[in-house]
């Protein structure tokens, strides 16, 4: 399965300030996806960033907020703008690639844990 | 409703136990099911995939349900090792949406 690297692992921001998270893959992959867990909470998906098209946002998440940038197969980028308490939370890039069976399946990257004061 | 809704426990259970988790989805479209591990402060690994004959991989068994839309995941002969939360996830559309998980204790 893919190898993903997120950065930065963990942060401590003032509000009103954005963060951008970056994900690298070491492979080639058509889908990746950025999912938020809150604390105690499962994962929710924000959004699907497909390389040369604008990110798909899932309900209750907007571009505004979490802008996404794919500027290429191997690479993403998710912004948390103008931060507030409640975005605190892990932010989790993955990927959808093949295994050895042939069925796609999700990998994780390690998270970036956002805390907001 | 959710579209997956699981038990969020959590199951305490004796080292050498079998226990069972099961996780409700709503979508009747959805082919693929995955059961994901997460341990504490980590990123969840996937454990198995559930496909609809059902998928065993030493102790751990998952089956799915379609008539009543659900999948199951049994442990067998359970480790400390297996403490974690276990998370059932549906692929809705090459997305996949994931319940709240389920805490796993196993003690001494």
């Known amino acids: 399965s893919a190898v993903i690297s997120q950065k930065p692992s963990r942060d401590i921001c003032q509000r009103g300030t954005s963060l951008t998270i970056q994900c690298q893959v070491d492979?080639?992959?058509?889908?990746m996806f950025w999912y938020r867990q809150q604390p105690g909470q499962s994962l929710t998906l924000i959004a699907t960033a497909n390389q040369g098209s604008e990110a798909t946002y899932e309900s209750g998440f907007v571009i505004d907020k979490f802008p996404i940038s794919r500027p290429n197969l191997t690479f993403s980028t998710l912004t948390v703008s103008n931060m507030s308490p409640e975005d605190s939370s892990i932010y989790l890039c993955?990927?959808?690639?093949?295994?050895?069976?042939?069925?796609?399946?999700?990998?994780f990257g390690a998270g970036s844990r956002l805390t907001v004061l | 409703r959710k579209e997956v809704e699981q038990d969020p426990g959590p199951f305490n259970v004796p080292e050498g136990a079998t226990v069972a988790f099961n996780c409700t989805y709503s979508n009747s479209a959805s082919q693929s099911f995955f059961w994901y591990r997460q341990d504490c402060r980590k990123e969840p690994k996937l454990l198995m995939s559930v496909y609809s004959s059902g998928n065993e991989d030493g102790r751990f068994t998952a089956q799915l349900n379609r008539a009543s839309q659900y999948i199951s995941l049994l442990i067998r002969d359970s480790k400390l090792s297996d403490s974690a939360t276990y998370l059932c996830?549906?692929?809705?559309?090459?997305?996949?949406?994931f319940g709240s998980g389920t805490r796993l204790l196993v003690r001494p």
């Open positions: 996830s549906e692929d809705s559309s090459y997305k996949l949406i």
């Open positions: 492979s080639q992959v058509t889908m």
């Open positions: 993955s990927v959808l690639g093949p295994r050895p069976s042939g069925a796609n399946v999700l990998t």
